[in-house]
Each structure stands twice: as C-alpha cells, then as structure tokens.
C-alpha cells in the first residue's frame, strides 16, 4: 500500500526517496515524529498548569524540532553520506535518550513519568539495532540519567531529594534492563523467524523446482507439460495452430548396455541442450519418459514444424558428448502432428505417437508426419 502511494504520488517520492528501504526509514522517522508531537503538546499542558516553566521548556522544544529536521536529513540523505541504517539508529536513539532527560530535568514533579519515554526508546531502537547495540544504548541512557539525577540533587535538594532520586533510578534500571532483555529475545526470535521463513520460501521454490522440472535434463518433466497443454489448449482455443512432436533417441538402450547409465545419463543431458538450441521462447521441450521426448510448437503450421524437427535432428547429430566421446552420432525418430479443430491435445499426441512409431518401423533417425 505505502508503495502503492509513493509510486504514484511525486511530492512523497521526493521526501521519502525512491527505494523502498529508505522510504521504510523514513516512515519509522515520521512515526517517531508523532511521539515528538504528542509529548510536546504535553509539555504545554504542564506549563499551562504551571508544572513546567516556559522558560525552562522553550530550549528542549528547540532542540527537540532541530534534531528531528537533522535526523531526517541524515535519513533522506544517507546513501549520499554512506551512513548505514544502523548507525541512524545509533544516532537517532541517542538523541531521544538526550530529550527525554532534558525532559525529565524540567518537568518537577511529573518527571518520573517522563522515563516511560525511555522505555519506548529502546523498544523502538530493538527494530534497527543489534541486542548488544540496544543494552550499550540502555547503559548510557542509565548513565545519563544518574549524571541528571546528580546534578538535580546538588542544585535542588528541596524538590530533588536524594533518596527519592536514587530509589526512582534504581526502579528504572530494574525495568530498563530488563525490557532490554526481553526486547533482545525478541529481537533473536525475530531473526530466526525471518530466517525460518526465508529457508521456507527455498524449499517451496526446489518443491516448485522439482515437480516441474526433470532433474537430470533440466527440461520441463511430464507433469507439468500436462499441465502446458491443458493452458495452450484453453488460450488457442478451437483453431489454434498448434503442433505436437514426440521424439525417441535411436537404440538408447543399446547405449546404456554398452557403455552404461553414465553414459546413457550423459547423452540424455546432451540432447536436452541441441534440442533447445532450435526452439524459441514460446515452444516447450519436455521430458515424456525415458528417452522419449514431447515437443509443442504453438502458432505452427505442420510444414514449419518438420523444418524445425530437421534443425533439431542437425544439431543432435553434431552434438559432443562430454566424457563419452567413443558413442559416435547420436540420432532420433520424430512423429509429429498439427491440431485439428476442436481437437483435444491428447488426440493430437496419440497420432504424433503413432507417427513416431512409424518412423522406427521405417528404419528411424526421421521425422514423420501423422
């Protein structure tokens, strides 16, 4: 959907980029500017009811607004600067933790709830950061804030007392630490999902793989050929010109006898690869059994089709079979057939095959018509 607006919208490709990582980064950063809103329409409200005061406040709400506009700059600009998205979300954390004890400093009595503001800092930072970039991020966010607590405590004892000071920080730590903890776990179970996921999405692809292609000659197995006539027959319709060859290496068996399945294997190999020299995009080559063969040439008058056949039988005569060069010329017997209209695909393969075996009664090594 975000891509869909950004795509189509030529004010927003040009503040949120034109990849959709940096467009990625830069809605997180305006979702972060919507926390800045909200906590600073809040700051309002605690200089209306006389918490805060004004002038206390109106150097954070300057420094808060700056560092949003420089940290969109670093965003939007990042590859420019060669800045990696996780030391944006270095950056960008540090200066949160900054704000929000600023915040807490001038916000009297109200500023233990300003550390809630912290916590939402390191959950939002478990997204783009390493675990142990997020615990070094809580460590010298507790540290800063025991710098402020200190500090507070010297200069205001009366409003700041120390034991309040120090129980406050020793409940932050308990909690900070341990949202960083479980936002670490998550942060793991996170990837190994991801990868889960992605390991998934191999395996579907090699299932893929596999029950549409044969293995050994890396052609279209017969299932799936099944599956390309059934297609053709629906998109051509009761006149599409279609033809149908079945093809058979010539005394196969006798090279499996002789010089072994390897070599048998190899000359399977060899063949796919002269075969598909010949054919164009459209047409699909199959392994249909064995040494058996099925070619479909879509939009092809039968004429064209045995000059195509005749091509095939060339390149598979010269062809080099690696390791096994003692075979000598490798040959094949080819039936093929046009569609008839309103034909059914496996009538047409019937009489292709019956052409086929025509051609073997025939002496072999040539293409027959049926």
């Not at 605690?46 to 150097?59: C, E, F, K, M, R």
């Not at 209209?341 to 025509?358: C, G, I, M």
């Amino acid at each position: 959907m975000l891509r869909a607006a950004f795509s189509g919208n030529p004010v927003l490709r040009a503040l949120f980029g034109h990849t959709p990582q940096l467009q990625r980064m830069l809605v997180y950063w305006a979702a972060s500017v919507l926390v800045y809103v909200v906590c600073g329409l809040l700051v309002h409200v605690q200089i209306l009811a006389g918490v805060t005061s004004s002038a206390a406040a109106l150097p954070l709400v300057i420094y808060s607004a700056s560092g949003v506009m420089a940290c969109y700059l670093l965003v939007r600009f990042s590859d420019l600067l060669r800045i990696t998205p996780r030391m944006l979300s270095v950056v960008q954390g540090l200066f949160w933790v900054s704000c929000d004890l600023w915040l807490y400093a001038v916000s009297g009595p109200l500023r233990s709830a300003s550390l809630l503001m912290l916590v939402v800092v390191i959950s939002f930072c478990t997204f783009a950061m390493r675990p142990r970039q997020t615990l070094i991020l809580s460590a010298i966010a507790l540290a800063g804030l025991a710098v402020v607590m200190a500090w507070l405590v010297q200069t205001d004892p009366a409003h700041y007392p120390a034991t309040i000071e120090l129980l406050t920080f020793a409940f932050m730590a308990v909690g900070l630490l341990t949202v960083t903890a479980l936002t670490g776990e998550m942060n793991k179970l996170r990837a190994r999902l991801k990868k889960q996921k992605q390991d998934l999405l191999k395996a579907v692809d090699t299932i893929r793989t596999l029950a549409t292609v044969d293995e050994l000659t890396s052609l279209a197995n017969r299932r799936y050929m099944n599956e390309v006539l059934d297609r053709e027959q629906r998109r051509a319709g009761a006149t599409g010109a279609t033809c149908i060859a079945l093809l058979d290496i010539d005394f196969f068996k006798r090279v499996n006898d002789r010089h072994g399945h390897a070599a048998g294997d190899a000359v399977l190999r060899a063949f796919a690869g002269a075969a598909r020299a010949e054919l164009r995009a459209a047409d699909v080559l199959a392994r249909w059994g064995g040494e058996e063969f099925l070619l479909m040439l879509p939009a092809t008058a039968l004429p064209e089709a045995q000059q195509v056949l005749g091509r095939m039988a060339q390149q598979v005569a010269t062809m080099q079979v690696p390791d096994f060069a003692a075979l000598g010329p490798i040959s094949f017997s080819a039936g093929v057939a046009a569609r008839r209209d309103e034909e059914d695909f496996a009538e047409t393969v019937k009489r292709a095959d019956k052409a086929l075996y025509q051609a073997k009664e025939a002496g072999r090594n040539r293409i027959v018509a049926g």
